[in-house]
């Protein structure tokens, strides 16, 4: 029986795309040209447009067999750890220069073979070196063929093999030239194959091989003849690579654990637009749990300002505020939000997480102190350690601790920041003392108000007119995206302020600038709020109704705003609870670590103006029954 050859090289416009080799039986070569074809129509880098097939019969006494080397892998936190790891196993070998000859291979520019160098001169011998040694002639022992393509591993295993078996040869360095194949070897007789990771970063295209010699225990010649044309089939091949630590492994570890302590958090989609009644995953569902506050997401004059916008002015703003996207729909909401909250001056932000991001990180530096409340957002939280000011945390809206902690930490520099309302349990910051205590000890003054616009004050502006328009923060932060039923966030301060801000806030600097549908739709919002304060009022009473409904059933209830929060305490409880109401029709999702502290979950409901005093009752009436279902 003979043995054959086959070498096929596909390019596309002369470009090189695949290449491949095989040594098989006489009776194996139709299929093995076969498949070498698809794999070089199919490759990554495009179909071939030209392939070239050269098929030579070897006399089979001249194919020498040898074993595999044995593989182990090696993997790396970093890349200069794979390097410094090979430097060390060059080391081993007793090489005078290990850290030159890695150099060399990071150095390796780009060539169809390999470089050859040779440790008793300190020279590379490769006759040619814009081609390099190319090593052929070789396959894994009864390999046939497959056409799925390049396997890397055991392509490089008998290359190596065959390299470490030629006289002379010390020592092969290799990594792919494949941007996205990071994994690359060292390979020796004392070694074996060893597998490093990683040796790159992804996308990266480097790569190359060096064959490390030594010229006085074997001749370059035969050497390099041996590698280019004496054929060797490799046997024992393992089948596949040993799996190399997955990277995402520990990531689908930590979820598991979320899961385990009912931690784990997924996403409930939404079938409908965002209204009282909406549909989740196509369900009818009572929401009593929407930011949208006033139902003006769904409001038809806010939908038509947004599609009149975006009909004008285009899907997209096309830039940042300070390069092309800042336009005169910005400038006119802005000062609509200025007016709103008694400010010289307002700055939209995308989100309002991204507000307190830039605002917070802007104003406070390594110098300053910042006092947070200990029930605070987590964007105001973020915020904080963004700017890496000095962070001091205060018991909940107690304003004497507050007080006691800035006579304690003295500081040139300072701001006091809270939520106006709380957003997981709905209660209402100390405004008065809270200005007060920022005048008296000359700090900076920001309140969140979030789920204070639309919400609270008797015609729905905010924290300060629900204390009489007597008590002015210098920084009112605040959202597009609940009671105005759009999206986006934004503050409203001095004059000074907002063109600090529009120099150092970074998210507000390099970020694209709002969608022209979001503005104008957040203005329309305002105005309706402004036109029909009962809306507000609605909403207040529908508070005032909820919570006398829960008592009726004894359960505990008052909130001086739209967010009315039912403590269960046991995550896995709370979890139950919200199931079962959803079930039974009424979205009111359970609040967990660590958006609230452990053991203090609960249902949070936001109620809306829309909502009636029936579905109000009703929902009372569920959630007593799912309380006492789950104890
Ligand atoms: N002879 C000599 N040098 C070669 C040859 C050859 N037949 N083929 C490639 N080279 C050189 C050339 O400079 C390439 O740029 C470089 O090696 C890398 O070639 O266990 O994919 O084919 O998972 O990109 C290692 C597998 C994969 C590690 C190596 O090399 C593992 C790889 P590539
Ligand atoms: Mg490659």
């Given at each position: 029986m003979s043995l054959y050859s086959v070498k096929m090289r596909a390019s596309k416009n002369a470009h090189h795309v695949s290449g491949a080799e095989r040594i098989l039986n006489q009776e194996d070569l139709p299929q093995a040209v076969s498949c070498l074809t698809q794999r070089a129509l199919h490759h990554s880098l495009g179909t071939a447009d030209f392939i070239n097939f050269k098929v030579e019969a070897l006399a089979e006494a001249e194919v020498k067999h040898l074993p595999a080397l044995p593989v182990s892998t090696r993997p790396c936190t970093t890349i200069a750890e794979s390097f410094a790891l090979m430097t060390s196993l060059l080391k081993e070998l007793n090489l005078a220069e290990p850290v030159k000859l890695v150099e060399l291979l990071r150095s390796t520019h780009p060539m169809r073979g390999a470089i050859l160098y040779d440790v008793a001169t300190n020279k590379q011998l490769e006759p040619d070196p814009e081609r390099g040694i190319r090593v052929t002639y070789m396959d894994a022992a009864g390999a046939g063929c497959s056409s799925s393509g390049k396997n890397h591993f055991r392509e490089a295993l008998v290359l190596a093999t065959k390299v470490v078996n030629t006289p002379g040869m010390l020592a092969e360095l290799c990594m792919s030239d494949d941007p996205d194949y990071v994994t690359g070897y060292l390979a020796s007789l004392k070694h074996g194959y060893t597998r490093l990771t990683p040796l790159k970063s992804v996308g990266d295209p480097h790569g190359g091989r060096v064959f490390i010699f030594d010229s006085r225990l074997g001749d370059p010649a035969q050497a390099i003849h041996f590698l280019e044309k004496e054929p060797v089939l490799v046997d024992?091949?393992?089948?596949?690579?040993?799996?190399?630590?997955?990277?995402e492994a520990p990531f689908a570890e930590a979820l598991a654990q979320l899961k385990q302590k009912s931690l784990y958090r997924s996403m409930r989609t939404m079938t409908s637009e965002q209204a009282r009644h909406s549909t989740v995953n196509t369900k009818p569902m009572l929401l009593m749990s929407s930011n949208s506050y006033l139902d003006l997401t769904a409001d038809p004059r806010v939908k038509a300002a947004a599609v009149e916008a975006a009909q004008a002015?285009?899907?997209?703003?096309?830039?940042s505020r300070l390069t092309t996207g800042n336009t005169l729909l910005a400038e006119q909401l802005e000062n609509k939000l200025a007016q709103l909250k008694g400010k010289e001056a307002a700055l939209l932000f995308n989100t309002g997480y991204m507000a307190n991001l830039g605002i917070i990180s802007a104003l406070a530096d390594k110098e300053s102190v910042i006092f947070s409340d200990e029930l605070n957002h987590a964007s105001i939280i973020d915020g904080c350690r963004l700017s890496r000011a000095r962070l001091v945390v205060y018991k909940h809206n107690d304003m004497q601790d507050l007080e006691a902690k800035i006579k304690q930490t003295p500081c040139s520099k300072g701001l006091i920041v809270s939520d106006?309302?709380?957003?997981?349990?709905?209660d209402i910051l100390n405004l008065p003392d809270f200005v007060a205590l920022g005048e008296k000890y000359h700090l900076l003054t920001m309140v969140d108000e979030a789920h204070a616009t639309g919400v609270i004050g008797a015609t729905g502006k905010g924290i300060v007119e629900h204390y009489g328009n007597k008590y002015a923060p210098n920084l009112i932060m605040g959202t597009l995206s609940k009671a105005l039923g759009s999206e986006g966030g934004f503050v409203c301060a001095s004059r000074v302020l907002r063109e600090y801000l529009i120099n150092k806030a970074r998210s507000f600097i390099f970020s694209t600038a709002q969608c022209p549908a979001a503005l104008a739709a957040a203005h329309k919002a305002i105005e309706i709020i402004e036109a029909e304060p009962e809306r507000v009022r609605a909403l207040q009473q529908n508070v005032l109704y909820f919570c006398s409904c829960l008592k009726e059933l004894g359960i505990e209830a008052s909130s001086p705003t739209a967010i009315i929060p039912l403590v269960v305490g046991d995550e896995a409880r709370a979890l139950a609870v919200a199931k079962e109401l959803e079930e039974k029709g009424v979205l009111i999702p359970a609040i967990r670590y660590p958006t609230v502290p452990k053991g203090t979950a609960r249902l949070r409901i936001a109620l809306m103006a829309t909502h009636t005093q029936a579905e109000l009752k009703h929902t009372a009436e569920l959630i007593k029954q799912a309380l006492e279902h789950h104890q």
């Open positions: 024992g091949l393992p089948i596949e690579a040993p799996a190399l630590p997955d990277p002015w285009g899907a997209g703003s096309g830039g106006a309302v709380f957003s997981m349990d709905g």
